[in-house]
């Protein structure tokens, strides 16, 4: 596709529900963020993956957090029995690679409101 | 662990003033730097970035940033700011030494310009 896209652009539930959150990043990128835009908390890096290598899960803040990629393209974020403090911007970004010509391509993210 | 500090949460500015947002990170090795810009409204996208080379490095609109290694700063500037440069701000640090590969973003400087 022309940019990364994201679905939903908003989601609302209710706490203690679980939800997926879709990235479809640019073709061809091999390298896949997704980060948490909090008022004040600028973003907060949550997972990373970056072609066939282990992901690097080191931002994910609770084991109710999880994110697969598949064939190396779509990636989903789920989080388990969401709480309030999950609410949040969570973004998707792509790049071509993660060496000298790195540049992050945004999506438009999803607003998640747990209530 | 990596961090990234911004200085500054909030700026006000009058058109044609001068501008310089401070970035500093954790420690050092080889980083690569970046600026990342969120107009209201837009993705964020970038900006500038220095991976190596001359430490003042120039980027759109009119920005610069100067990374001083001693110091562990990549501050961004602009000597005379208009209206249209009214955004929030991110400084972001890739560190690719000892296997720490993902991009970590500053909490954001919202800029905000007057007529």
């Known amino acids: 596709g022309a940019g990364v896209s994201q679905s939903p652009s908003n989601k609302v539930t209710e706490k203690g529900k679980d939800v997926e959150l879709r990235c479809d990043p640019i073709s061809g990128h091999t390298a896949l963020y997704w980060y948490r835009q909090s008022l004040g908390q600028g973003l907060e890096f949550l997972i990373y993956f970056q072609g066939n290598s282990a992901p690097d899960k080191s931002g994910l803040p609770s084991d109710r957090f999880s994110a697969e990629r598949t064939g190396g393209s779509v990636s989903t974020l789920t989080i388990q029995r969401t709480q309030q403090e999950d609410s949040a911007v969570y973004l998707c970004?792509?790049?071509?690679?993660?060496?000298?010509?790195?540049?992050?391509?945004f999506g438009s993210g999803t607003q998640l409101s747990v209530l | 662990a990596q961090s990234v500090s911004q200085h500054n949460h909030h700026v006000i500015l009058s058109e044609a003033a001068s501008l310089e947002l401070g970035c500093n990170y954790s420690?050092?090795?080889?980083?690569?730097l970046f600026w990342y810009v969120q107009y209201p409204g837009q993705h964020l996208q970038l900006l500038l970035k220095?991976?190596?080379?001359?430490?003042l490095v120039k980027g759109i609109k009119g920005f610069e940033a100067e990374f001083i290694k001693s110091k562990f700063s990549f501050n961004l500037r602009k000597p005379s700011v208009q209206w249209s440069d009214t955004a929030e701000y991110f400084c972001a640090v890739k560190w690719v030494s000892g296997g720490y590969n993902k991009l970590i973003f500053g909490a954001g400087t919202r800029l905000a310009v007057h007529p």
């Open positions: 970004a792509s790049s071509l690679e993660g060496g000298a010509n790195e540049k992050l391509f």
């Open positions: 420690y050092g090795g080889t980083v690569n």
């Open positions: 220095y991976f190596s080379g001359d430490p």
